[in-house]
C-alpha cells in the first residue's frame, strides 16, 4: 500500500517538536506541515474546506462542526491545554471590579465561539452565578462555522480588543492577558481561582486537539491511528508531563474536560444539543488510550 504523505497544522509545542522537527517518523506515512501563525488560522479552512489532512483545532471548533455535520473526526490528543482565569481582563482605574458586575456591561472577545471564551462563561455561568444573557458581547471576528448565526454587536473595522477596553469602550475583556498596569485580571487571584475550580472540577480546560479528514479517517484507519501514536511518542520523548497534565492523550484522560466543555458549548447555545463524549470519536478513535 501506499505511504501517503499528509499535510498538517500543528502548533509548535513543546511535546510535539520531535514530531516536528523530523527526530520521531512514522513508517506507514509521512507528515508535510504546513506554516500557519496564529495556528488558528488554519481552522476555519479545515472546517470550511478541509483543506489539510491533520489538524491541530479548539475543541469548540470541532463541537460546532460536528453539529453542523463537517466531514471530521477527532483524536483524544491535546495539544493545547490551560486554566482560563487569567484571561479575563478590566481597566484598574474603575476600582473593585469582579464577575459579578459584568452583568449589564459591555465585555469584548475576539470571536463569541472561541474556546476560551466559552470556558471563561462557562466559569462565569456556574461557577460565580453570572446571566451571560445580561452581558452585551462585543466580538471582532466570525466564526469559523459559517453556518453558525452570531448575534453579537461587531465591533468597529480597525478596532483593537485591548485598547477599546483602554479607552473605555469595553467594561472587561475575555480570552486576553496584558502586561499593561492600567489593566487587571478579573479575578483577583487567577492562580488560586484556578486551583479551587480544578479541585472542585477534577479537570483541565483543554483548548486544542487534533482532527483528521473523515475521508481520511474512512480509508486509512491505520494511518490514523499510527498519526495518535506518533503524536503519543512525540509527547513521550519530550519529557515527564507537568501535574496536572495540560495536554492530556487518550479518551479517558480526556472524558472530564470533553463533558465540561460540551455541556458549557450546549449552556451557550454553541451546539443545539448535548453530545456524549463517545460520540465525538469514530470506531477507530474511540478506542485511543
Not at 460540551?262 to 448535548?274: C, M, S, V
Request: proline letters at 7%; charged letters at 25%; a neutral charge.
Amino acid at each position: 500500500m501506499d505511504k501517503p504523505r499528509l499535510r498538517a497544522v500543528i502548533g509548535n509545542h513543546p511535546h510535539i517538536q520531535p514530531v516536528k522537527n523530523g527526530a520521531l517518523r512514522s513508517d506507514l506515512f509521512d507528515l508535510e506541515f504546513v506554516d500557519f501563525s496564529p495556528t488558528n488560522a488554519a481552522f476555519k479552512p479545515m472546517v470550511r474546506e478541509q483543506a489539510f489532512d491533520v489538524c491541530e483545532m479548539a475543541v469548540v471548533t470541532y463541537l460546532m462542526a460536528r453539529a453542523h455535520g463537517k466531514p471530521l473526526v477527532l483524536l483524544p490528543a491535546a495539544m493545547l491545554g490551560r486554566f482560563q482565569h487569567g484571561y479575563a481582563l478590566y481597566r484598574g482605574d474603575r476600582g473593585a471590579f469582579g464577575p459579578a458586575d459584568l452583568e449589564g456591561r459591555r465585555v469584548g472577545i475576539r470571536s463569541f465561539t472561541t474556546t476560551t471564551g466559552a470556558w471563561i462563561r462557562g466559569i462565569l455561568a456556574n461557577d460565580h452565578g453570572v446571566d451571560l444573557n445580561k452581558v452585551s458581547w462585543v466580538t471582532f471576528e466570525d466564526p469559523h462555522v459559517a453556518e453558525y448565526v452570531d448575534t453579537t454587536e461587531r465591533a468597529p473595522k480597525g478596532k483593537a480588543i485591548l485598547q477599546m477596553l483602554k479607552d473605555g469602550e469595553l467594561d472587561a475583556a475575555l480570552g486576553e492577558t496584558s502586561t499593561d498596569p492600567a489593566l487587571k485580571p478579573l479575578f483577583a487571584d487567577p492562580a488560586a481561582e484556578a486551583a479551587r475550580w480544578h479541585r472542585q472540577h477534577g479537570a483541565v480546560p483543554v483548548n486544542h486537539l487534533v482532527v483528521v479528514t473523515e475521508k481520511l479517517a474512512r480509508s486509512r484507519p491505520d494511518v490514523v491511528r499510527g498519526v495518535y501514536d506518533l503524536l503519543k511518542r512525540g509527547k513521550a520523548s519530550a519529557g515527564p508531563s507537568a501535574t496536572p497534565d495540560l495536554a492530556p492523550f487518550g479518551v479517558e484522560a480526556n472524558r472530564r474536560p470533553l463533558e465540561l466543555i460540551i455541556e458549557y458549548a450546549f449552556q451557550q447555545a454553541l451546539i443545539p444539543r448535548r453530545f456524549a463524549v463517545d460520540e465525538l470519536f469514530d470506531d477507530t478513535t474511540r478506542n485511543l488510550n
